[in-house]
T-cell receptor, first 112, second 115 residues
Framework: GNSVTQMEGPVTLSEEAFLTINCTYT??????LFWYVQYPGEGLQLLLK?????DKGSNKGFEATYRKETTSFHLEKGSVQVSDSAVYFC???????????FGTGTSLTVIP | GAVVSQHPSWVICKSGTSVKIECRSL??????MFWYRQFPKQSLMLMAT?????????EQGVEKDKFLINHASLTLSTLTVTSAHPEDSSFYIC???????????FGSGTRLTVV
């Protein structure tokens, strides 16, 4: 089947710290992989995506690389800011059909 | 970029009443829209797939008679929670979009509270 496993939170970091949120997946075929961010009280916003193995998605200082050999798509940022505080969801979408499968989300709090 | 508008952003209703949530694609046509439900501190769970001009496809365990979905046009899908109960209180989010290289766009969500 298809599933996404994310590291459990919550995660609390000091400003300018390095961030890693682990994400691994199980999928049939070759899915596309996504990271979405949800700020308090809001819907999901696409942060970055990768559609094939070895692709690197990047946006706003965040990046993640599609690793087929380890079935992973870990999210990283070199220096987090207070404004990065949110819940981050890793997701996959099969290339046949359009359904998304989400991880459970990781809450990040960045303190000044 | 693509924009999906969801309305209302929050609603409080009494038990036994029905609530309608709208999901609109503002600058593109969406033959398929998805409805998700998010419980507190949990991930999004797909409830149903809404197809323009045909019946929605519901996920296992979702009551189709309770969560009525209508996708009457290429830009509008509605979710009606019928005879709402407090356990229906949740955050409901729709998504639309398409194409292999395109991440689906999500609405801003609707927080439903049933009292």
């Amino acid at each position: 089947g298809n599933s996404v496993t994310q590291m459990e939170g919550p995660v609390t970091l000091s400003e300018e710290a390095f961030l890693t949120i682990n994400c691994t997946y199980t999928a049939t075929g070759y899915p596309s992989l996504f990271w979405y961010v949800q700020y308090p009280g809001e819907g999901l916003q696409l942060l970055l995506k990768a559609t094939k193995a070895d692709d690197k998605g990047s946006n706003k200082g965040f990046e993640a690389t599609y690793r087929k050999e380890t079935t992973s798509f870990h999210l990283e940022k070199g220096s987090v800011q207070v404004s990065d505080s949110a819940v981050y969801f890793c997701a996959l979408r099969r290339n046949t059909g359009n359904q998304f499968y989400f991880g459970t989300g990781t809450s990040l709090t960045v303190i000044p | 970029g693509a924009v999906v508008s969801q309305h209302p952003s929050w609603v409080i209703c009494k038990s036994g009443t029905s609530v309608k949530i709208e999901c609109r694609s503002l600058d593109f046509q969406a033959t398929t829209m998805f409805w998700y439900r998010q419980f507190p501190k949990q991930s999004l769970m797909l409830m149903a797939t809404s197809n323009e001009g045909s019946k929605a496809t519901y996920e296992q365990g979702v009551e189709k008679d309770k969560f009525l979905i209508n996708h009457a046009s290429l830009t509008l899908s509605t979710l009606t929670v019928t005879s709402a109960h407090p356990e229906d209180s949740s955050f409901y989010i729709c998504s639309a979009g398409g194409g292999l290289d395109y991440g689906y766009t999500f609405g801003s969500g609707t927080r439903l509270t049933v009292v």
